[in-house]
């Protein structure tokens, strides 16, 4: 890939691309849009590009879009002609839409505005999320703190378009063993997470904006992480980052979720409208961030399960944290 990449400076666009092509932590793809110089360079370098893989089927994407505005049409071959000949009229091939263009996996989308992808991609949502729902979403910023379970939550925010910003944080970099809850390929593997899980959003959807931390979450960096969240969802692993989240959070009054895969466990804790709640329900109460520093994992056991409520926990788990750093 890298010995075909372009000249840089043969078209416009291509030094953003030769610099694309080069990172290998690139998350963003490109996105040139219709009626631009960009637009017509990226063109030009996409005849000439070797190894470049095209998927082109905006046609079919304006014809889902017209069913979307117009389904009682669906089945009617006249009007939906009609439809199509107006849509395109009003919006000609090379003066609406974008390219997205992928630089880790080498490949160029033809895809239809941001609006009517939008339309598109949140049509089968209708009513579950109504149209109004769906735009209050859209300005909405959340932030996912460990991106193991936060993996899987970060897709599905995404494909029911549950935000505007996106903000994902982990130092951690992928492990195979890390691959019993989170779904990715083999080639991913010793990539940061953050980067996984990006790349695997901007793919569902180029249009939505996902800011990556991958230095995680820690003293230095809270403050700026949690300001202007709507909503954190914490799924990190570390026991006195998961208390400063909560420290944090109760302070400028954000509301935390956090789901526990043992036994179904989902905690809501809505500092909100509770800014005086005790963390976590009441189970932290006399633990501060400061003084779990440093503990050892047989260290932390005790205050864990006293925060899942050690007879709520499932029996293997319990015998599981014994085990820890031992078989």
Not at 196 to 203: F, L, Q, T
Not at 239 to 254: H, N, P, Q, Y
Not at 297 to 311: A, F, G, S, T, Y
Request: net charge negative; hydrophobic share 45%.
């Amino acid at each position: 890939i890298r010995t075909a990449a372009p000249f840089p400076g043969k078209f416009g666009i291509a030094m953003k691309i030769w610099e694309n092509l080069w990172d290998d932590h690139c998350c963003k793809p490109l996105i040139p849009t219709a009626g631009t110089a960009e637009f017509a360079d990226f063109e030009l370098w996409a005849r000439e590009a070797q190894n470049l893989r095209v998927v082109n089927r905006l046609d079919g994407l304006i014809r889902e879009y017209l069913v979307v505005l117009y389904p009682a049409d669906k089945q009617n071959t006249e009007p939906m002609q009609a439809h199509r000949a107006a849509w395109y009229d009003s919006n000609p091939v090379d003066a609406s839409g974008c390219w997205v263009f992928y630089p880790w996996s080498r490949t160029a989308v033809r895809l239809p505005d941001p609006h009517v992808y939008q339309a598109i991609r949140t049509a089968r949502n209708k009513y579950k999320i109504d149209g109004e729902e769906q735009d209050t979403l859209a300005g909405k910023c959340i932030g996912v703190a460990g991106l193991s379970v936060g993996q899987s939550v970060s897709i599905a925010l995404a494909m029911e378009r549950s935000f505007g910003t996106l903000r994902i944080a982990d130092f951690d970099a992928l492990e195979l063993s890390n691959m019993n809850r989170i779904r990715t390929a083999v080639w991913n593997l010793g990539l940061p997470k953050t980067t996984i899980v990006a790349r695997e959003i901007a793919e569902i959807d180029p249009f939505l904006n996902v800011e990556t931390w991958p230095e995680g979450i820690h003293a230095g960096n809270i403050d700026a992480f949690l300001n202007g969240l709507d909503l954190l969802i914490d799924e990190c692993d570390s026991l006195d980052i998961k208390v400063l989240l909560r420290e944090k959070a109760r302070a400028v009054g954000l509301p935390v979720l956090m789901d526990t895969s043992d036994r179904g466990m989902m905690d809501v804790e809505r500092f909100d409208l509770e800014p005086a709640r005790p963390l976590l329900h009441g189970l932290m109460d006399g633990l501060h961030s400061a003084g779990l520093q440093g503990l050892s994992n047989e260290e932390k056991v005790p205050h864990i399960l006293r925060m899942l409520e050690v007879d709520q926990v499932s029996l293997r788990l319990r015998a599981s944290f014994m085990e820890v750093d031992r078989s």
